[in-house]
DNA sequence: CGTCCTATATATAACGA
DNA sequence: TTCGTTATATATAGGAC
C-alpha cells in the first residue's frame, strides 16, 4: 500500500523498521477501533515494539478482555470435565 | 474501502455485522501478522465477537505477550516510589 | 519522532450467484 | 448463509520537512 509492493519480512534497516512501525501501529490500533464499534466487539490489542515500549487498545479494559480470556480458554481446554473435579481457578487481573 | 464510505458506528443489521465482522476480524488479524513480522514486534490480539466467540494472534504466545503486558504496566503505575516503600519489581528484558 | 504529500498497494462495501 | 467479483475507500511506502 504505498509507492512501493513490500515483502513481509523482518524490515532490517532499523531506522525504517521503526518508521514503518510508528505507522503500522497506528494503521493497527484503528482497525480494532473500528471493528469494536462497527461490530459491537470485544478487543484487545498489546504491541511491543522491538525497543520494548507498549502500545495497546481495548474496546472495554485491557483486564476485562485478559480475564475473559483466560475463561474462554479454560473452557475450550477442558473438553473432559469428568476426570476433573476441582476445577477451581481465580481469575486475576 | 468498498463500494460506499461508511460511517464507523454500530452496525444494526445484525447479518451485515457479522458479515463485516468475519472480514475485518482477517483483516485485523493479518494487518497484526504483518506488523509482528515486519517490525519484529511482539503482538496480541484478542477478539471477541457480538455472539461471544474468540479469535486471536500473537506472535509469540498469548500468555507471554499478557504477562509482558502485566510487567510492563507494573512498571509504569509505579511512578510514585515516595509513598511506594514496597515497591520490588524486577527489570527484566 | 510525528506530519504532510502522493502514487500505489490493499482492504473491503455492496452485489451477484 | 457463505463465496467470488469489483468498484471504491483506505492504508501506507517512499520521501521531504
New binding site residues.
Given amino acids: 500500500?504505498?509507492?512501493?509492493?513490500?515483502v513481509i519480512r523482518r524490515i532490517d534497516n532499523s531506522t525504517?523498521r521503526?518508521?514503518?512501525?510508528?505507522?503500522?501501529r497506528?494503521?493497527?490500533l484503528?482497525?480494532a477501533k473500528?471493528?469494536a464499534i462497527?461490530c459491537d466487539a470485544d478487543v484487545g490489542v498489546v504491541i511491543f515494539?522491538s525497543?520494548g515500549?507498549l502500545h495497546e487498545f481495548s474496546s472495554t479494559s485491557m483486564k476485562s478482555v485478559i480475564a475473559r480470556y483466560r475463561r474462554s480458554k479454560d473452557e475450550q481446554q477442558l473438553p473432559n470435565p469428568a476426570s476433573d473435579i476441582k476445577v477451581n481457578h481465580r481469575i486475576q487481573l
Fill in positions: 500500500m504505498g509507492r512501493g509492493k513490500i525504517s521503526q518508521v514503518t512501525f510508528s505507522k503500522r497506528n494503521g493497527l484503528k482497525k473500528e471493528l462497527l515494539s525497543t515500549k
